[in-house]
């Protein structure tokens, strides 16, 4: 489990071969892995936070800021997006910058 205390000040953004791209309005995305070519699907959620990961916003502002749209405290949004962030960056979707 990620150390929450430390993981909001994470940084992370998207990494330099990915792709995202939002099918419409309440169907979430696809992440596209341009130099493998492996597709994944993301929900609405999902597809709002990774837009949120612009290499400047702290996972907490993240947090907080998805917490401010959907019916979710900011600190279960924090800790559900660090997890997500953490397995994201071990798919190599994600980097860590800061």
Known sequence: MTDMTSAGEDVYRLAEDVSLQPLGDGEGGVVLMLKSGEIYT???TTLDFLSKLDG?????????A???VYD???ATAMSDLAEIAADLSSEQIVIRVA
Do not use: H, Y
């Open 42 to 44: 993301v929900n609405d």
């Open 56 to 64: 400047a916003r702290s996972l907490r502002a993240c947090a907080e």
């Open 66 to 68: 998805i917490a401010a």
């Open 72 to 74: 979710v405290d900011a």
